[in-house]
């Protein structure tokens, strides 16, 4: 779990730490607070820290620093009561046993608790695909689906569900797409938000997209660099890394996107305009990844192979093929804390936001907050992969 200190954002505080320092420390029952080594500053800053709960001693659960706050009095803050979850209290008082009612949906064992640390519930999570649906479907709409299945949760048996069979939910839309040797797969499509909780009843955690839409699925409308770092790599590294790849697009006079996986990396999406094919994408895709890897080899990696990944940051560019799909915007991931993939704006990164630093418990608040969407201007983009933007990567061949 990291703590959303990047190495600038270190240099700053240090240098505003460094006039506040003081010998002694400012609490009466300091004795209390763990750690060695300890350096006392005047208590006049205040901070913002995401965190998934407290200890029984008072200290806070897998912390994460998002900003300093000028624009709160410190004699202002007080310690925050459970009052962030009202759908978990209802959830807890569901009886076992009871179904609840979400968008007209019936969950069965609505108590039953999926994640813990914090924990939720499957109520908690139905809740959660409720409140998301307004933002998520537009990511969803008319896009084959691929699903992760966790009937009793993630700390059971999951399984990856490919194909639509002929119990889904009501709401939910199957269709056909011709695959390889000219057969053809029947595919999951969820478009309202009655099709998203009829999934989550039969036990759907995590929603993953194809590249193009269902109507159009020889023609992808996105390009993806997966950056997957080596877990003990630190998340400044992965930072450099989206960085330089917006930096490289941008160099090319094209537009990306960030998003969170919900798990370690990040992803840089780069949405397109009709007239590609898979291939196409693939290739540019994969010249944009070896082109990373060129100008810093000790650092990237576009090779697949686990043996040369060590210390490095895989970047994935395998998720644009046709079949090949990517854990959709807001989509819940099927890990312990119940971690989101969440839209970014560029910004965001400078300012502490991990990739797990979103929950089923915390994305409604960041969206209630927003001021516009992290993503704007994104699906009316019609941006087109050029003769000399394929040139410039050496994907012209």
């Known amino acids: 779990m990291g703590t959303g200190f990047g190495d600038r954002l270190l240099g700053s505080l240090r240098k505003r730490f460094a006039t506040l320092e003081r010998r002694i420390p400012p609490f009466a029952d300091s004795k209390k607070i763990p750690g060695r080594r300890l350096h006392w500053i005047e208590p006049n800053l205040v901070a913002e820290i995401n965190f998934a709960g407290w200890t029984d001693d008072g200290v806070l659960r897998q912390a994460s620093f998002v900003s300093l706050r000028d624009d709160k009095p410190p004699r202002s803050v007080r310690r925050e009561q459970a009052a962030s979850a009202p759908e978990k209290r209802r959830a807890r008082k569901t009886p076992v046993g009871k179904d609840a009612d979400v968008s007209g949906i019936r969950i069965s064992h609505p108590e039953r608790v999926l994640f813990q640390d914090p924990d939720f519930t499957k109520l908690d999570l139905a809740r959660y695909y409720e409140g998301v649906a307004e933002w998520m479907l537009p990511h969803l709409n008319g896009r084959p689906l691929s699903l992760v299945r966790c009937p009793r949760g993630p700390g059971e048996e999951c399984f990856f569900q490919k194909h639509f069979s002929e119990g889904a939910p009501r709401a939910v839309e199957g269709v056909s797409i011709r695959e390889k040797k000219g057969k053809s797969g029947r595919y999951v499509v969820a478009n309202s938000a009655v099709a998203l909780i009829g999934l ?93 890897e060129r100008t810093f080899p000790r650092r990237y990696t576009s090779k697949m192979a686990k043996a040369g990944r060590k210390g490095k940051i895989f970047i994935d560019y395998l998720r644009n093929s046709k079949g090949a799909t990517a854990v959709a915007a807001y989509s819940v991931r099927a890990r312990a804390g119940g971690p989101v993939a969440v839209p970014l704006a560029w910004n965001e990164l400078k300012d502490g936001v991990r990739s797990d630093s979103f929950n089923v418990g915390n994305v409604m608040e960041r969206l209630r907050g927003l001021r516009s969407d992290p993503w704007r201007g994104f699906f009316e983009s019609r941006q087109k992969l050029t003769r000399d933007m394929k040139r410039a990567l050496g994907a012209d061949g």
């Open 200 to 292: 989550v009843q039969v036990g759907v955690i995590e929603f993953h997209t194809w590249g193009a839409p269902a109507r159009r699925p020889d023609a992808p409308d996105v390009l993806i660099l997966d950056l997957d770092p080596d877990p003990h790599l630190l998340w400044g590294r992965v930072v450099e890394a989206a960085t330089l790849a917006r930096t490289l697009f941008d160099e090319i006079g094209l537009k990306s996107y960030l998003k969170t996986t919900g798990g370690k990396g990040l992803h840089v999406v780069v949405p397109l305009g009709p007239g590609h094919d898979w291939d196409e994408v693939k290739a540019f895709a994969r010249a944009a990844a070896e082109h990373m």
